[in-house]
């Protein structure tokens, strides 16, 4: 069993940054592949970017591309989600997934565990 808890959520203005966070329980983390997804209200929940277990290869949704960065420490077992440039549309709840194949994946379906998730609201 694995336990994902997110961090770092918040109200933020426009143009403005937040780095989300995600512990993982277990002595494993870097088996993992690691993955963000949100989820805006009344939509369903999209891919945001995925790390594999080394970091070495990452994935962005284009939406996202260029304004925020995914980067894992395998040593504090924890995914981070650097978010600059904020806009409204980014608003939702934000969920960490893990993938224990270890992959970059950007399909719901191809994880195996998921956070409680956290809240991110950017207002204009």
């Known amino acids: 069993q694995v336990q994902l808890v997110e961090s770092g959520g918040g109200l933020v203005q426009a143009g403005g940054s937040l780095r989300l966070s995600c512990a993982a329980s277990?002595?494993?983390?870097?088996?993992?592949?690691m993955g963000w997804f949100r989820q805006a209200p009344g939509k369903e929940r999209e891919f945001v970017a995925a790390?594999?277990?080394?970091?070495?290869?990452?994935y962005y949704a284009d939406s996202v591309k260029g304004r925020f960065t995914i980067s894992r420490d395998n040593a504090k077992n924890t995914v981070y989600l650097q978010m600059n440039s904020l806009k409204p549309e980014d608003t939702a709840v934000y969920y960490c997934?893990?993938?224990?194949?270890?992959?970059?994946?950007?399909?719901?379906?191809?994880?195996?565990?998921w956070g409680q998730g956290t809240q991110v609201t950017v207002s204009s």
């Open positions: 997934a893990a993938d224990l194949r270890g992959r970059s994946r950007t399909v719901l379906g191809d994880y195996d565990y």
């Open positions: 277990g002595r494993t983390f870097s088996r993992y592949g």
């Open positions: 790390i594999n277990r080394s970091g070495g290869s990452t």
